[in-house]
């Protein structure tokens, strides 16, 4: 019955679509599961926005395809012997989509600018000052040395803006400008946001010339369309839903390691669960092999670190013993508290979510802990979540290195962000820095593993699984490369 409702969903898109496509084989049509709130590089810190981002911006840096930062506006940079002074030398000619070309104090205005704003923080305060050196240089100035900054540097909230534009106050959030490989052309609410090749983009002009991206925020349905021809690629395909994809000739199934860390968030600072006790009877609680199983249909490992083990500096040391419901009960006697008086409202923003929360919500009974599940759109769950209004939701998080990871999820200055579960420690945020300053690879590792096996036994959130990325998409589309982190560079792609 659900794939025959999820048919006549798909069938009432592609009347919906028909006006928006083209005739020809220059055009992509991308299926994606949220639509974004915002079309800002600084008002989020979500995946799915980051996505968007990319299309249209450059920062000084990118992520190669092995998670590595990489030149991008930047040609080249130099660091001062101390590591607390960066230059950085522009390419030349590089042009916005406004025409204007792009200069030092585009950056310097730019990161300036992202300073200010509370989403990104994390990723501006590795650096105190930016200034224009000349033309084509800028120097940025740390602290101390970072080991993240280069990292940050490639992150969306620092991608790079014209000036003029921002002074002038253009609103970025419905309108982006930017240098990247795609320009934005119109943002039909509810439905798609459409793009046309930048044929000045400096790394050379895209094969692909028109672009639409489409929210289908259920999974069934995206699976459908792209079966039926009516769109080329889907972002995140549900699990759930692989058979027809896998069993056509003309799809291609791309699955990739993902180094996103998926949880049952708790917020520490609500109720009983700032007591560690509850939080690892929680965990104790959760079958998460079950939860891989429903919510992803076996595609991913079951993780019980606060933090992914892709990276270096990650343990299971402090982790609690796994799937054991008396172990539960036993953390709950040290507790001493009734466990009917626990409540906990499970937030879920999509299908996969919403599986996973089941599960859990089963689990958490046998134990005599009554939750529910409230589903919400993906802008809501966001806003709802960084405020702190919640007591639990199902969530995901990716980050390119373990230090941008740590300080993002568990530093007390992410509190508002990233940091939902509200740990504020300041022994694990000495650590964090700590480990940020190091200057050798040998000394940061000694210093994560320390503070990864202090979270792992404060058990701030349930950790779940990390899963594999799921896409798909026509087998004539070549070029396609995706990042660990799920992140891909359109602008690369091509139609055989």
Not at 341 to 370: F, T
């Amino acid at each position: 019955m659900k794939r025959i409702l999820a048919l006549a969903l798909v069938l009432v898109m592609m009347l919906t679509l028909a006006p928006l496509a083209f005739a020809d084989n220059d055009t992509l049509i991308v299926a994606a599961p949220d639509e974004s709130a915002t079309l800002s590089t600084t008002a989020h810190d979500a995946l799915q926005t980051a996505f968007l981002n990319v299309l249209s911006y450059n920062g000084l840096m990118k992520l190669d395809y092995e998670m590595n930062p990489v030149c991008d506006l930047a040609e080249s940079y130099d660091v001062s012997e101390d590591g607390c002074t960066w230059t950085f030398h522009l390419r030349q000619g590089v042009k916005f989509h406004n025409g204007e070309e792009l200069t030092a104090d585009d950056v310097v205005a730019s990161m300036i600018a992202a300073q200010s704003e509370p989403n990104v923080a994390n990723f501006t305060k590795d650096y105190t000052s930016v200034e224009a050196a000349d033309r084509y240089t800028v120097v940025i100035t740390t602290p101390s040395f970072t080991s993240n900054l280069l990292y940050s540097l490639a992150n969306h909230a620092n991608f790079i803006l014209p000036k003029a534009l921002l002074e002038s106050g253009h609103n970025f959030n419905e309108e982006p400008v930017g240098t990247g490989a795609f320009k934005f052309v119109r943002w039909n609410h509810g439905d798609s946001i459409e793009y046309v090749a930048n044929e000045d983009y400096y790394a050379g002009a895209p094969a692909i010339k028109n672009l639409i991206w489409r929210f289908i925020p259920e999974g069934t349905s995206r699976s459908l369309v792209l079966e039926a021809g009516e769109v080329d690629f889907v972002i995140d395909v549900d699990a759930a839903n692989l058979g027809g994809i896998e069993n056509n000739p003309d799809l291609y199934l791309d699955t990739i390691d993902s180094i996103t860390l998926n949880f049952l968030n708790l917020n520490d600072t609500k109720g009983y669960l700032s007591d560690a006790n509850v939080r690892k009877a929680i965990d104790c609680a959760v079958n998460k092999q079950a939860v891989v199983q429903i919510a992803e249909n076996g595609h991913a490992a079951v993780a019980y670190a606060q933090a992914p083990t892709s990276f270096s500096g990650s343990t299971t040391e402090g982790c609690v013993e796994g799937y054991n419901p008396e172990k539960a009960k036993e953390y709950l006697a040290a507790w001493g508290g009734n466990p009917a008086d626990i409540e906990i409202s499970i937030i879920c923003s999509n299908d996969a979510k919403v599986r996973a929360a089941q599960v859990i919500l089963a689990n958490l009974k046998d134990i005599g802990i009554n939750a529910t599940i409230e589903q919400m759109d993906l802008a809501t769950y966001l806003d709802v979540t960084a405020a702190g209004d919640h007591t639990a939701f199902i969530g995901g998080y990716s980050a390119s290195s373990m230090i941008q990871y740590l300080m993002l999820n568990f530093h007390s200055s992410a509190i508002g962000a990233a940091n939902k579960s509200r740990v504020n420690d300041p022994e694990i945020d000495a650590l964090i820095e700590a480990a940020d300053a190091a200057r050798t690879t040998e000394e940061r590792n000694e210093i994560l593993v320390k503070v990864n096996t202090m979270l792992n036994e404060l058990c701030p959130q349930v950790s779940l699984y990390q899963n594999q990325r799921l896409y798909a998409y026509k087998t004539g589309l070549s070029n396609v490369n995706i990042l660990p982190n799920g992140y891909f560079y359109v602008g690369e792609w091509s139609w055989d």
